[in-house]
């Protein structure tokens, strides 16, 4: 059974920083690319973040460059999210997903909130 556990959202004030993890079981991990997307309310779910399966190559969206690191444990079968010098534009669900080889599966965890409030 899949299974992608996001964990470590919380609320924060400005310049807060959160890490957040994505623990995943059920497939091969280290075969997965891993992407963090994010979900504001009344908004479309964006792109924030994403690493190859190797764990090179991370892109992250413009709006969280220098401020987000994408990692990842291959050992462990988690992703990271740090998130330092957090906004309130910041505030959503951030949901894991893990994308196969050939784009012939992808998965989704349940998400976690992130506030952003002083």
């Keep these: ?37 994010r979900q504001a309310p009344g908004k479309e779910r964006e792109l924030v973040a994403a690493i190859s399966s190797s764990g090179g190559s991370p892109n992250y969206a413009d709006s969280v460059k220098g401020r987000f690191t994408i990692s990842r444990d291959n050992g462990k079968n988690t992703v990271y999210l740090q998130m330092n010098s ?6 959503a669900v951030y949901y894991c997903n893990a994308l196969g080889p050939l784009f012939l599966s992808a998965y989704w965890g349940q998400g976690t909130q992130v506030t952003v409030s002083s």
């Design 1 to 37: 059974q899949v299974q992608l556990v996001e964990s470590g959202g919380g609320s924060v004030q400005p310049g807060g920083s959160l890490r957040l993890s994505c623990a995943a079981s059920g497939f091969t991990f280290s075969t997965y690319v891993m992407r963090w997307y």
């Design 86 to 91: 957090l906004k309130p534009e910041d505030t």
